[in-house]
């Protein structure tokens, strides 16, 4: 064999194998037939490519709202608060629980409507701010006075989500209660508003207290409309005062009495409790319980338990902010046979300021006053509103 190899090499004789495929000419010209299947899924790879890229373009140009306000002050933001008349252990805990924020704590009594406590007095009792998102407890006791919905009705916020009022509560939802509000239109919403005490004095003979503000007519579409007066409170100005007897309201099982704010001695040994007037709300209070309390235990309010997990605390944040002002709320109550106390906490500033940040304070608060055994049973204080003598008047 090696023998007849050499012997063709010798010759000349070489061997030579093509390469070409066994295919015709005709095999060129062929083309794959794409399925319209295929066809649809490449055109939506491609739109979502162009998402991505205008989504990433818009990224690298986001715009960061500038603050020009100080969340933060240097002075003593105390100086003339009238204290006398004051409950002492409540107020050193809320003036601890402040400490050097640009805000105010306000904390009431709301079997009575006393005021136990107001540290930084001058921004307490001024014009008030913007309500933000707590003017979400106002427009769900109408949508629930107005059997529109109870907790658990769900409402479509888009194509695949829907939302009951106790989540919406408990998240702070803008799209939920931006939904209400049209429902319900400016006429009830305003009417419910000014039941619940916004835009009228809520203290009765407090020196000082400025009015807040609501709109007499629907705010321009351009701005939101009914919407946006339901989910940021725009257009609104609401005190700490107003939401402070809200909520009392709500934590005393419908009653809306003239805060008031003893000065001296005299006063507090003198004290009257006086109804402004009765809402008919006890039967609705569960209903919003449950967003209030899951707004503390795994919503905008959680940051409460950083401090406080003895008591529950039932609340509501708010944060929007205006003219280079950010403003950080949080109005809440402890649901405790005794001690019962509403607190509002109203902070003003910049990104520092937010409504968490004032649910946080609000936890020191009632961390200050479960250290001072305030919620211990004391004889003297009424549980509930058919204890308290009252007196009808107008102001």
Sequence with gaps: MLALIVLLSASGIAASVSTHTLTSKSSKNQKVNETARTRKRMRRLARTRRRVVYASHRRRHRYYEHFTANSFIDSDATTGDSTAGEDPVVRQAAADALGNMNGTVLAIEPTSGRILAMVNQKLALSSGAQPCSTIKLSVALAALSEDLITKDTEIR??????????????????????????????????????????????????????????????????????????????????????????VSA??????????????????????????????DIASLIPEISDGMAGAVTYGTARSVRLNFNEEEILGKTGTCS?????FGWFASYAKTDVGRIVTVVFLQGGRPTYGPKAAEIAGHLYRNLYDHNFFIARPAVPTNTADVKTVETTQ
């Design 157 to 246: 916020l888009g194509r695949r989500r829907r939302m009951n009022l106790t989540e919406a509560l408990a998240h702070s939802n803008n799209a939920y209660f931006e939904s209400l509000g049209r429902q319900l239109g400016f006429e009830k919403v305003s009417y419910y508003a000014h039941q619940f005490g916004l835009g009228e004095l809520a203290g009765y003979n407090i020196p000082g207290e400025q009015l807040g503000a609501y709109p007499d007519e629907e705010i321009p579409s351009k701005l939101g409309g009914v919407g946006k007066m339901c989910s940021f409170g725009e257009g609104v100005s609401m005190t700490p005062l107003q939401l402070g007897a809200m």
């Design 322 to 326: 205006k003219d280079g002002t950010r």
């Design 250 to 279: 709500i934590a005393n099982g419908g009653t809306l009495y003239y805060l008031q704010h003893p000065t001296t001695a005299d006063d507090v040994a003198n004290f009257q409790p006086r109804v402004k007037r009765h809402l």
